[in-house]
């Protein structure tokens, strides 16, 4: 740099000079105890504050988590979404926000894995850190599989949206959930049937909400690629990441060969988690984004086997 361009070089004022201009003020008194024990705690008021509240805590927190799996990989780290959340009585005035996240970071440095067992543990610590005779862990991430090629076998990564959901109370034990979201290719019968050739088809969303019995065990199957299969394999033709020629022939004329409604979906779904010994009660839906409409089909079967042993 010259002089001349030295000497046309902006000055600007010393940084908490700038803060100053932009509105920034010099700290006032201190007149508030610093020491935990000596603060206010209005959380931890005791009086009776009218009503029960059934739910409180918090949500949207994003960690980083690990997944075990029995399809590769069967270990893999993704975003887990979290909610935490307990029920307060009355005679509180609130809960203790920070014991949610105290508990989550506990566990991550304990290596989190998200699995049905860990998470059961993890409710009922959380519940006793509250100081509470229940809580509840909602936790949602994306849950990615190898898929080959159906003649190439050429490998890529699918991919599915599931969730765990663990209610727990003293009292009553465990309330456990899953969820998983997964896309199927579906083919038109009406269209296939009415036309001298070929058949619109679409890409199906099929999402499998499951109570797991008590006795659950994910040793014994992972039930991420349970509810996958369901879906998978009764659907026209399942979701390839990597298509030759050769396979892309194979995928087009199998979802030919097994056209589907998405009332067909949900009761061929049904079946399957009917015939799962782990599942109690399911709620399946199927929602199809159609090719040739602007609007998507759906259709949604629930069903609880204690109906029909009278429970």
């Not at 075990?68 to 993704?78: F, R, Y």
């Not at 509810?227 to 033709?237: D, P, V």
Request: proline letters at 4%; one cysteine or more.
């Amino acid at each position: 740099m010259n002089q001349t361009e030295l000497n046309n070089q902006k000055q600007l004022p010393s940084k908490k000079e700038r803060h100053k201009l932009f509105g920034s003020v010099d700290p006032g008194p201190r007149t508030k105890p610093v020491d935990k024990d000596k603060m206010a705690d209005l959380q931890n008021s005791r009086k009776d504050f009218l009503f029960d509240i059934d739910l409180v805590g918090i949500s949207n927190v994003k960690h980083p988590i690990r997944i075990p799996s029995q399809l590769t990989p069967e270990i893999q780290t993704t975003i887990g979404t979290f909610t935490f959340g307990s029920s307060i009585k009355k005679g509180s005035k609130g809960t203790n926000m920070s014991r949610f996240t105290e508990q989550l970071d506990k566990y991550h440095h304990e290596g989190f894995a998200i699995d049905v067992a860990t998470l059961k543990d993890f409710t009922a610590e959380l519940a006793g850190r509250l100081k509470q005779s229940d809580a509840c862990v909602e936790v949602s991430f994306p849950w990615f599989f190898e898929r080959k090629g159906p003649y190439s076998d050429l490998t890529g990564m699918n991919h599915a949206d599931a969730s765990i959901s663990v209610n727990y109370e003293e009292e009553k034990g465990y309330d456990v959930s899953v969820t998983l979201t997964g896309k199927i290719t579906t083919l038109c019968p009406c269209s296939k049937e009415i036309s001298e050739y070929s058949a619109h088809n679409q890409r199906g969303n099929v999402t499998m909400k499951v109570k797991l019995t008590d006795d659950f065990n994910e040793q014994d199957i992972d039930w991420k690629a349970a509810l996958l299969e369901a879906a998978e394999s009764n659907a026209s033709a399942r979701i390839h990441p990597v298509l030759k020629r050769p396979d892309e022939k194979m995928v087009t004329e199998q979802a030919y060969e097994n056209p589907r409604f998405v009332e067909d979906i949900v009761r061929l779904v049904a079946a399957d988690l009917y015939e799962y010994e782990f599942v109690e009660s399911f709620e399946v839906t199927c929602r199809n984004e159609e090719s040739i409409h602007l609007h998507d089909a759906a259709a949604v079967l629930r069903y609880d086997k204690k109906d029909e042993r009278g429970e």
